[in-house]
């Protein structure tokens, strides 16, 4: 079945550096690929999501990249701030329909 | 997006007892998705639950442990049977409402359940 690799699994990031976490898919049907991220004690949120007709988004100092080849994408997260600190997990929507997640990454910024 | 809540938030059982979790949405949504997230791991999919069909389930789960009921296009309930301490964990209801889009709809999660068993 459809497996999906999160990397890596602990990130430690000054404020205002940089933050990429990448992560790959196995099934070449997928065609959604979101990620969530999840503070402590609470739901995962989503913050982006890319269609597979899509190489990359943005939204203020998210981005996501795909590359349908390599079968990866990529989150990355500009001028991190403190607030950034949290578990990230990338996800891939697979041809049954159903979001297969990553292992997740824990982000800490720090002032 | 839709307003999701569940109930209880949290709950402290003992071993061979059962809980039922319930999942209210304030929109009549599609699909149904229960997830299980053992402390510090991802999210894992537990079953798919459709109105009017029997529910789903992943390799792993079986419908004596995890009996899920999906009455109508706003709610559903996940049991967690004959609990063990393993059965420690945050279960999550995703509901998706079918866009008629081509491809995946966007999807979100409940609070939660936060449930600890001895």
């Known amino acids: 079945g459809e497996n999906v690799e999160q990397h890596p699994s602990t990130l430690s990031v000054q404020e205002g550096d940089s933050a990429v976490i990448k992560c790959t898919y196995s099934d070449s049907a997928s065609n959604y690929f979101p990620w969530y991220k999840q503070e402590l004690g609470k739901r995962p949120q989503l913050i982006i999501d890319i269609r597979s007709n899509v190489g990359e988004k943005k939204d203020q100092r998210i981005a996501v990249t795909l590359n349908k080849t390599a079968k990866h994408f990529s989150l990355h997260i500009t001028e991190t701030q403190p607030e950034d600190s949290a578990v990230y997990f990338c996800?891939?929507?697979?041809?049954?329909?159903?979001?297969?997640f990553g292992q997740g990454t824990e982000l800490s910024v720090k002032p | 997006s839709a307003v999701i809540s569940q109930k209880p938030s949290r709950d402290i059982c003992q071993r061979g007892t059962s809980l039922t979790i319930q999942c209210q949405v304030d929109s009549q949504v599609t699909m149904m998705f229960w997830y299980r997230q053992q402390p510090g791991q991802s999210l894992t999919l537990i079953a798919t639950a459709n109105q009017g069909s029997e529910a789903t389930y992943e390799s792993g789960f079986v419908i004596d442990k995890f009996p899920i009921s999906r009455p109508n296009l706003t709610f559903s309930t996940l049991t967690v049977s004959n609990m063990s301490p393993e059965d420690s964990s945050i279960y999550l209801c995703?509901?998706?409402?079918?866009?008629?889009?081509?491809?995946?709809?966007?999807?979100?999660f409940g609070p939660g359940t936060r449930l600890t068993v001895l």
């Open positions: 995703s509901p998706v409402r079918a866009s008629g889009r081509k491809g995946a709809d966007t999807q979100y």
């Open positions: 996800a891939a929507h697979n041809q049954g329909g159903k979001l297969i």
